[in-house]
């Protein structure tokens, strides 16, 4: 009974910005970590940033120092600020939480995913 919604998606032109959003509904009783993901066609999902519970943050070294992301706890949300976006960076984005739907039963859930394209 939780889903994960994704949103902030679009087409931007490299160097351009943009915030992907993800909020969780459901029966939610805590979330550990909150992490994003990316999938280009043809390849692996990959792990771009992750946070936890207690605010420490992990990036994938091809986007430290342009991404940052944050959670608010009051929402159920996790964000991903993406800036100095590249062509490289054009992925289906993903979020990902471990939630537990009641103490202490919990699995990781995934969003469908949003589209982030960056061309000129």
């Known amino acids: 009974q939780v889903q994960l919604v994704e949103s902030g998606g679009g087409l931007v032109q490299p160097g351009g910005s943009l915030r992907l959003s993800c909020s969780a509904s459901?029966?939610?009783?805590?979330?550990?970590?909150m992490s994003w993901y990316h999938q280009a066609p043809g390849k692996e999902r990959e792990l771009v940033a992750t946070?936890?519970?207690?605010?420490?943050?992990n990036y994938a070294d091809s986007v430290k120092g342009r991404f940052t992301i944050s959670r608010d706890n009051t929402k159920n949300s996790v964000y991903l600020q993406m800036n100095s976006l590249k062509p490289e960076d054009t992925a289906v984005y993903y979020c990902?939480?471990?939630?537990?739907?009641?103490?202490?039963?919990?699995?990781?859930?995934w969003g469908r995913g949003t589209q982030v394209t960056v061309s000129s």
């Open positions: 990902n939480m471990g939630i537990h739907t009641r103490w202490p039963f919990g699995q990781n859930y």
């Open positions: 946070i936890t519970s207690s605010g420490n943050t």
């Open positions: 459901g029966t939610i009783f805590s979330i550990d970590a």
